[in-house]
C-alpha cells in the first residue's frame, strides 16, 4: 500500500470499465450466494465461483494476491475476514461472509456480502442487518465536496449506536487498476478529516463489523482473521465511484 494517500482519478471511460468488472462481481457473488445452504462446503462455494468467473472471461482478483490461494474469502462466524475456503460444512445458524473480486479489462471490482446459513438467531440477524445499513450510510457521502472520514465516521456511529464494534486493522481502499490503491478507507474516526472528495474517485468501502469487542487476531494459517472474544462478525463491501451526480455504486446490480 503506498503512503501517499492521493487518489487515482479515473475518467468516466474508464468508471465505465470498472462497472462493468464490478458487474462480473455482482453476478457471481449472486450465484455464489444462491447456493450457501446447510451441508455445502465453503470449497464448493469456492468451485462454482471460479468456474462462474471463467465464463465471464474474468481473472479471480485475490488469488495470487501475496499468495492468496482462494477467488474467494470465506468467513463463518466469528472469522472476519480472508477466511479460506475448505471442505468445512456449513450449518444452519452460521454466518457466511463471502468476499469476492475480478479483475477485467484492466481493471478491478470488488464486493462482499454476509449471508445466514439456514435460519440464524435474531442478534446474528441484526448484526448482518446493521453491517449493511453503515455500508448504504457511507455510500451516502461518498458526493464531491465531503471528506473521506465522512465515510468513516459514517459507519462508526451507526454501529455503535446499535451497540456493535467496529474493526480497526482492515480498511477499505481506492480501487482501479490495482485492487489496493490510494487512500485507505477506514470504518471509524472523526468526520471532516482526510482527503476531499473529487469525481473520478473510485472507492471499496467495506465495513467489517463485531457482535462484540472490536479486537482481531490472525490465524497461523497466515490468513484467517478471527474476532479475540469469539463473537460474530459480518462484512458487506460495495465499490463505490464519486461523481457529480451523486455515489455510483458500480457493484450493485
Ligand atoms: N476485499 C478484500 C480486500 O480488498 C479482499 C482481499 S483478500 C486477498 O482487501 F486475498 F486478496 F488479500
Ligand atoms: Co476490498
Redesign the pocket.
Known amino acids: 500500500m503506498p503512503l501517499k494517500e492521493e487518489a487515482i482519478l479515473k475518467s468516466p471511460d474508464e468508471i465505465e470499465i470498472m462497472r462493468a468488472a464490478c458487474l462480473i462481481v455482482a453476478e457471481v457473488l449472486g450465484i455464489v450466494k444462491d447456493s450457501v445452504k446447510p451441508g455445502a462446503t465453503t470449497l464448493d462455494l469456492e468451485r462454482i465461483a471460479e468456474e462462474e468467473t471463467m465464463k465471464r472471461d474474468a481473472k479471480p482478483?485475490?488469488k495470487g494476491?501475496?499468495g492468496?490461494p482462494f477467488c474467494l474469502?470465506t468467513s463463518i462466524n466469528s472469522e472476519v475476514?480472508?477466511g479460506m475456503p475448505s471442505k468445512r460444512a456449513l450449518k444452519s445458524g452460521d454466518i457466511l461472509s463471502i468476499?469476492f473480486?475480478v479483475r477485467y479489462n484492466g481493471f478491478y471490482g470488488?464486493s462482499?456480502i454476509t449471508v445466514p446459513v439456514g435460519g440464524v438467531s435474531d442478534d446474528a440477524a441484526r448484526l448482518i442487518e446493521v453491517t449493511k445499513a453503515s455500508l448504504e450510510a457511507a455510500i451516502e457521502k461518498a458526493v464531491p465536496g465531503n471528506r473521506l472520514t465522512d465515510i468513516s465516521s459514517a459507519v462508526q456511529r451507526l454501529v455503535e449506536s446499535h451497540g456493535f464494534s467496529v474493526v480497526r486493522e482492515f480498511v477499505g481502499?481506492g480501487i482501479g487498476r490495482e485492487?489496493?490503491e490510494p487512500p485507505q478507507v477506514p470504518n471509524f474516526g472523526l468526520p471532516g478529516r482526510g482527503i476531499r472528495l473529487k469525481p473520478g474517485m473510485v472507492l471499496?468501502i467495506?465495513p467489517m463489523i463485531n457482535m462484540g469487542g472490536s479486537a482481531v487476531r490472525v490465524l497461523d494459517d497466515g490468513w484467517t482473521a478471527v474476532t479475540v472474544d469469539g463473537s460474530l462478525s459480518a462484512h458487506f463491501?460495495h465499490t463505490v465511484a464519486v461523481t457529480s451526480d451523486g455515489p455510483y455504486v458500480l457493484s450493485r446490480i
Open positions: 482478483a485475490f494476491y501475496r492468496y474469502c475476514v480472508h468476499d473480486g470488488d462482499a481502499h485492487l489496493h471499496a467495506e463491501e
